[in-house]
């Protein structure tokens, strides 16, 4: 093999990716996005001690719910406000999911694993059979799409900050939201009263509970909310990315969340740029085949099977829990229920 060949692969391949990042930006945090509000949902409820690995059935069943919503009223109400309505009733579908959970984990103290794989059955089951009850045979069209925001072009080809700028705002709104509500959390979790107390039931609740915090009171409105923002990532699933509903269309991602929340160390933040590291990995799997690459590289890429490029996301949450969980330190009361003294 020429001495060169790798050195010019890895040159070539760097150029085709400032080719191909004004494109890639937008897709990321498009792919990004159920990740990141799953992510978000993971780190409220485990910064407060109550492991959810429902979040996948929760994104499933507010991805359903949410459009069986808009499927039936945009006719009578119009796109815009079945829309809308689709959106509020995902997120009461999470939150109650997530009320339901906090129950079993919370008060019940029900093994929070078992609780979490229930919810995740459920969902296929529950969704599986509604679809072809009510939306398969029905024969009428879907519930419509949220209509993104478009960049002007003055700003989207502005050098270098366009492709950024596109990348935040060339999306629908509920892409959008997901940075403020990602500042938001970080800020509410590190900044405020209400994250203090989260953080204080997550790592010792008995002594939080002597300081007077309800600490089954806080497990119960971190879940809650958690699971309305989980609800959310359902919505946008089938409201604005794709406008239909599929069985089992969450396809995984409740599970790369919960990789994400890991790699982040439990912040809003890192785990937000975790579902960012996933989107992107998704993301290049799609620009190879609709912009592949020229000369050497290109011919090097087309050797690799499509299937890789589709498992990379996956190839990476493997690559993470195998070598981050041991690095990374969870809160000390994460997945251990909490009674109180002289309950038992």
Same mark, same amino acid.
């Given at each position: 093999?020429?001495?060169?060949?790798?050195?010019?692969?890895?040159?070539?391949? +760097?150029?085709?990716?400032?080719?191909?990042?004004?494109?890639?930006?937008?897709?990321?945090?498009?792919?990004?996005?159920?990740?990141?509000? =799953?992510?978000?949902?993971?780190?409220?409820?485990?910064?407060?001690?109550?492991?959810?690995?429902?979040?996948?059935?929760?994104?499933?069943?507010?991805?359903?719910?949410?459009?069986?919503?808009?499927f039936v009223l945009h006719e009578p109400l119009g796109?815009?406000?079945?829309?809308?309505?689709?959106?509020?009733?995902? +997120?009461?579908?999470?939150?109650?999911?997530?009320?339901?959970?906090?129950?079993?984990?919370? #008060?019940?103290? &029900?093994? /929070?694993?078992?609780?979490?794989?229930?919810?995740?059955?459920?969902?296929? =089951?529950?969704?599986?059979?509604?679809?072809?009850?009510?939306?398969?045979?029905? =024969?009428?069209?879907?519930?419509?799409?949220?209509?993104?925001?478009?960049?002007?072009?003055?700003?989207?080809?502005?050098?270098?900050?366009?492709?950024?700028?596109?990348?935040?705002?060339?999306?629908?709104?509920?892409?959008?939201?997901?940075? +403020?509500?990602?500042?938001?959390? /970080?800020? &509410?979790?590190?900044?405020?009263?209400?994250?203090?107390?989260?953080?204080?039931?997550?790592?010792h609740p008995k002594a939080a509970d002597t300081v007077?915090?309800?600490?089954?009171?806080?497990?119960?409105?971190?879940?809650?909310?958690?699971?309305?923002?989980?609800?959310?990532?359902?919505?946008?699933? #089938?409201?604005?990315?794709?406008?239909?509903? /599929?069985?089992?269309?969450?396809?995984?991602?409740?599970?790369?969340?919960?990789?994400?929340?890991?790699?982040?160390r439990w912040t809003p933040l890192g785990s937000f740029?975790?579902?960012?590291?996933?989107?992107?990995?998704?993301?290049?799997?799609?620009?190879?085949?609709?912009?592949?690459?020229?000369?050497?590289?290109?011919?090097?890429?087309?050797?690799?099977?499509?299937?890789?490029?589709?498992?990379?996301?996956?190839?990476?949450?493997?690559?993470?829990?195998?070598?981050?969980?041991?690095?990374?330190?969870?809160?000390?009361?994460?997945?251990?229920?909490?009674?109180?003294?002289?309950?038992?």
């Amino acid at each position: 093999m020429d001495i060169l060949a790798l050195p010019r692969l890895i040159w070539e391949f +760097v150029v085709y990716l400032f080719a191909v990042m004004p494109d890639l930006l937008p897709i990321i945090l498009s792919l990004a996005t159920p990740l990141a509000l =799953g992510a978000l949902c993971g780190v409220l409820g485990e910064r407060s001690g109550v492991v959810n690995i429902g979040i996948e059935g929760i994104m499933l069943m507010a991805a359903f719910f949410g459009y069986l919503t808009g499927f039936v009223l945009h006719e009578p109400l119009g796109t815009g406000a079945a829309l809308a309505l689709g959106i509020v009733v995902a +997120v009461g579908t999470g939150a109650l999911l997530g009320l339901l959970h906090a129950w079993l984990t919370v #008060t019940v103290r &029900a093994d /929070q694993i078992i609780a979490g794989t229930m919810m995740n059955i459920a969902a296929f =089951g529950v969704t599986g059979y509604l679809n072809r009850l009510i939306i398969t045979p029905s =024969g009428r069209g879907g519930a419509g799409v949220i209509t993104p925001f478009h960049l002007p072009d003055q700003l989207a080809t502005l050098p270098f900050v366009g492709p950024i700028l596109a990348m935040f705002l060339d999306q629908g709104p509920i892409a959008m939201s997901v940075i +403020v509500l990602v500042l938001i959390s /970080q800020f &509410a979790l590190f900044r405020t009263r209400w994250g203090l107390r989260t953080r204080a039931v997550g790592e010792h609740p008995k002594a939080a509970d002597t300081v007077g915090i309800d600490v089954f009171r806080q497990r119960y409105m971190n879940v809650i909310i958690g699971c309305g923002i989980a609800g959310l990532a359902g919505a946008y699933l #089938t409201l604005e990315s794709t406008g239909s509903f /599929q069985n089992g269309m969450t396809n995984g991602r409740g599970f790369i969340a919960l990789a994400a929340v890991i790699f982040g160390r439990w912040t809003p933040l890192g785990s937000f740029l975790g579902a960012l590291l996933f989107g992107t990995a998704t993301a290049f799997g799609i620009i190879v085949n609709v912009r592949p690459a020229e000369g050497d590289l290109g011919t090097l890429m087309k050797t690799i099977p499509t299937f890789w490029y589709a498992a990379l996301p996956y190839l990476i949450t493997v690559v993470i829990l195998a070598g981050v969980v041991g690095r990374s330190t969870p809160p000390a009361a994460d997945g251990i229920p909490y009674a109180k003294e002289g309950k038992g």
